[in-house]
């Protein structure tokens, strides 16, 4: 057996690391994207996407030879009666996420997507039993703390980022208790949707109100390309998971909101006085003192792992 070459693994984090950037950054940069259908109403975009989404994903199911392992996914009752949760939550989560972008409040979706690690902590702790670090306490107390001086200095709650947040961390909880791949899973969460999706369009058209295929052929390709906008960032984001440290993965996350904040401050210009600044920047302390803390950690459990490989 010829051995394998040393300069391999580092090649393989290397080719990991772009892929999994590339995902994050065309998921931040999304917002652009759906920003150009903001004369669609919401539930016609979300009825494109899903549609889009499973005949490309099904193709990506044959090319990629994962039909043995969609089919057991299609025969395990609990997988599917998961997926459908997952479904209807991803779903959910798409209409709002379009909801807010074409209502000027992407920078409420970033502020979702920064909280959203902290409450798949939180969900571990309420679900699983898991237990806090004092930094992890910390964490949560001050992006609580962020959330509460928003509402106080801004008048209102900032629903769309709780909403995105907790729907986002629900589904990826629900995603890692579900025996199935990310290619399978996703094929079966828009086969459920789809059905919903061409019925909405149906409907749509027979009450004059469809604007696929009556506007211009520009709106027309942007609503089939919802497919690939969906499932590309996802099968890169895959391919990189399976090759880098959960710790880079985790860190790269932030890409997203950071590039949606960015947009929406410097390219649409949405207000960002005091009562963001205040309530970012507490934000942004918190993910600091998470990161880190999850950092530490991660390095001492290789040490006593390299310890007991000694051993």
């Known amino acids: 057996m010829t051995p394998a070459?040393?300069?391999?693994?580092?090649?393989?984090?290397a080719?990991?690391?772009?892929?999994?950037?590339a995902g994050?950054?065309?998921?931040?940069?999304?917002?652009?994207?759906?920003?150009?259908?903001?004369?669609?109403?919401?539930?016609?975009?979300?009825?494109?996407?899903?549609?889009?989404?499973?005949l490309l994903v099904a193709v990506c199911v044959?090319?990629?030879?994962?039909?043995?392992?969609?089919?057991?996914?299609?025969?395990?009752?609990r997988a599917m009666a998961i997926l459908g949760l997952t479904a209807a939550i991803i779903g959910s989560?798409?209409?709002?996420?379009?909801?807010?972008?074409?209502s000027d409040r992407i920078l409420e979706t970033s502020l979702g997507y920064f909280i959203n690690p902290l409450m798949s902590v939180l969900a571990g702790v309420?679900?699983?039993?898991?237990?806090?670090?004092?930094?992890?306490?910390?964490?949560?107390?001050?992006?609580?703390?962020?959330?509460?001086y928003f509402t106080l200095a801004l008048g209102f709650v900032p629903w769309v980022s709780l909403f995105l947040a907790v729907s986002f961390a629900?589904?990826?909880y629900l995603k890692k208790t579900v025996r199935a791949g990310a290619l399978e899973g996703l094929f079966v969460e828009v086969v459920i949707l789809a059905p919903f999706g061409i019925a909405w369009l149906f409907w749509m058209s027979a009450h004059g109100g469809?604007?696929?295929?009556?506007?211009?052929?520009?709106?027309?390709?942007?609503?089939?390309?919802?497919?690939?906008?969906?499932?590309?960032?996802?099968?890169?984001?895959?391919?990189?998971?399976?090759?880098?440290?959960?710790?880079?993965?985790?860190?790269?996350?932030?890409?997203?909101?950071?590039?949606?904040?960015?947009?929406?401050?410097?390219?649409?210009g949405e207000p960002f006085g005091m009562g963001q600044l205040v309530t970012f920047g507490l934000i942004w302390v918190a993910l600091a003192l998470f990161s880190f803390d999850t950092f530490v950690r991660e390095r001492e459990l290789r040490r006593v792992a390299n310890l007991k490989n000694r051993g």
């Open 5 to 13: 070459s040393p300069a391999a693994p580092a090649s393989e984090a």
């Open 15 to 21: 080719l990991g690391a772009s892929a999994a950037a």
């Open 24 to 54: 994050y950054l065309l998921w931040g940069l999304s917002v652009i994207y759906y920003r150009q259908l903001a004369h669609v109403v919401p539930m016609e975009i979300l009825a494109h996407r899903a549609l889009w989404s499973l």
């Open 62 to 77: 044959l090319i990629f030879g994962r039909r043995a392992q969609l089919m057991a996914v299609l025969r395990d009752r």
């Open 93 to 102: 989560n798409w209409l709002v996420f379009i909801w807010a972008v074409n």
């Open 126 to 148: 309420l679900l699983l039993g898991e237990r806090l670090s004092r930094a992890q306490k910390l964490a949560i107390g001050l992006a609580a703390a962020a959330v509460l």
């Open 170 to 172: 629900a589904y990826g």
């Open 210 to 268: 469809s604007v696929f295929g009556n506007v211009d052929p520009y709106t027309d390709i942007l609503l089939i390309l919802t497919g690939p906008m969906t499932a590309v960032p996802l099968l890169l984001f895959t391919y990189g998971a399976q090759r880098i440290r959960l710790t880079t993965l985790g860190l790269m996350q932030y890409m997203v909101p950071t590039a949606s904040f960015l947009i929406a401050v410097f390219l649409y």
